[in-house]
């Protein structure tokens, strides 16, 4: 059976803190529950018209099914090509799943035949409805609209780091354990 207590304030009976006993519960809709960072600065060369990881990968266990995941990235990106402008794209992933893709001009040149080098950082925010409470791979994958004039994307290029914070926000009410 389950109780519903309503009231309007809770006030703690001796001093100004309120205990909530080491293996309890309580959240607020909203409020962040759980964050997990990664970063990493592994180069990768990406020459290829078809997405591929660019090893920026984080892991998430949501403690609600109801969690929302706020995802925070910045990608460190660079383009290159032997001349003219070089287009790229940028996706990010949950497990399998394409989530959000980015196309963005990389590296540009008016003329001329050298090799022309373009590096940013490149930055995605999402927030994402997984609907579970299993280990959530997120991830970024990249790659370049075309191979012509050797055109390629490098991740994490020239000692370049990138990063990817998650964040579990909480949509559920208070939870407390229920009795045994």
């Excluded at 290159?80 to 963005?104: A, H, K, P």
Aim: hydrophobic residues 35%; contains cysteine.
């Amino acid at each position: 059976m389950v109780s519903i207590l309503k009231t309007d304030k809770i006030q703690a009976s001796h001093g100004s803190t309120i205990e909530i006993p080491s293996g309890h519960t309580l959240t607020q809709p909203g409020s962040i529950v759980q964050t997990v960072s990664s970063s990493t600065s592994t180069y990768t060369k990406i020459a290829s018209t078809s997405f591929a990881d660019t090893t920026l990968t984080a892991t998430i266990t949501p403690k609600f099914s109801t969690s929302k995941i706020m995802i925070i990235i910045s990608q460190n990106l660079g383009t290159d090509r032997d001349n003219n402008s070089v287009f790229g794209s940028l996706q990010l992933m949950r497990g399998s799943t394409v989530i959000q893709t980015q196309t963005y001009i990389g590296a540009i040149e008016a003329g001329g035949s050298s090799a022309v080098k373009s590096i940013v950082s490149h930055a995605i925010t999402h927030l994402d409805s997984p609907n579970t409470t299993s280990a959530t791979v997120y991830k970024t994958q990249a790659k370049v609209t075309t191979t012509s004039n050797n055109a390629v994307m490098r991740c994490q290029w020239d000692n370049g780091v990138s990063h990817i914070t998650l964040m579990a926000v909480s949509y559920t009410h208070l939870t407390l354990p229920t009795k045994a």
